[in-house]
T-cell receptor
Framework: GAVVSQHPSWVICKSGTSVKIECRSL??????MFWYRQFPKQSLMLMATSNEGSKATYEQGVEKDKFLINHASLTLSTLTVTSAHPEDSSFYIC????????????FGSGTQLSVL | LAKTTQPISMDSYEGQEVNITCSHN???????ITWYQQFPSQGPRFIIQ???TKVTNEVASLFIPADRKSSTLSLPRVSLSDTAVYYCLVGDGGSGGSYIPTFGRGTSLIVHP
């Protein structure tokens, strides 16, 4: 099946610093990628839809200036958590689909962010 | 927006068949039904997808009744390694629409020895 690579797998940072997470589709092109965050024992919460060559679409309640999304190519989307705070500590997951309507999604392995 | 409802948790034993049902009363004509499996600290993994009737692959079967308002994921002869959270998603886009994959609470399956 299609492969989505996400890096890093885990990151620890100090409060106030910025962290970048990369999501790559390795064997297909993805005009759309999705970013989720997940707290322990909870479901995935959609943060934003990343669109290649255009601005991301953020879900209600997600601060676009805090969670910067860049989708510069058909195989790469990045999520930057700016001025991270301890409450931003979470598991972040990206996904993409090789299909035109995105019905079948492939997910990255996730990034565990811990902000001290 | 098609909303899904699943049991929060299920318990089973090794070797048994497990059926997890998902309700999606507001499913649209063009929507597919897709199931994912997630282990702790990992991204979800695609299991199976269907539109109507029955679909079977090497790991599971998916049963969809004629009205498509529900679906049942069937896992034959589960093992301990099938302990995970299972999510059903329903396609949110129509023809030419954009798909916004929204996760419900999922079903936490625990398989006991």
């Amino acid at each position: 099946g299609a492969v989505v690579s996400q890096h890093p797998s885990w990151v620890i940072c100090k409060s106030g610093t910025s962290v970048k997470i990369e999501c790559r589709s390795l064997d297909f092109q993805a005009t759309t990628m999705f970013w989720y965050r997940q707290f322990p024992k909870q479901s995935l919460m959609l943060m934003a839809t990343s669109n290649e060559g255009s601005k991301a679409t953020y879900e209600q309640g997600v601060e676009k200036d805090k969670f910067l999304i860049n989708h510069a190519s058909l195989t790469l989307s990045t999520l930057t958590v700016t001025s991270a705070h301890p409450e931003d500590s979470s598991f972040y997951i990206c996904s993409a689909s090789p299909g035109s309507n995105g019905e079948k999604l492939f997910f990255g392995s996730g990034t565990q962010l811990s902000v001290l | 927006l098609a909303k899904t409802t699943q049991p929060i948790s299920m318990d089973s034993y090794e070797g048994q068949e497990v059926n997890i049902t998902c309700s999606h009363n507001n499913i649209a004509t063009n929507d597919y039904i897709t199931w994912y499996q997630q282990f702790p600290s990992q991204g979800p993994r695609f299991i199976i997808q269907g539109y109507k009737t029955k679909v079977t692959n090497e790991v599971a079967s998916l049963f969809i009744p004629a009205d498509r308002k529900s679906s049942t994921l069937s896992l034959p002869r589960v093992s301990l390694s099938d302990t995970a959270v299972y999510y059903c998603l329903v396609g949110d886009g129509g023809s030419g629409g954009s798909y916004i994959p929204t996760f419900g609470r999922g079903t936490s399956l625990i398989v006991h020895p």
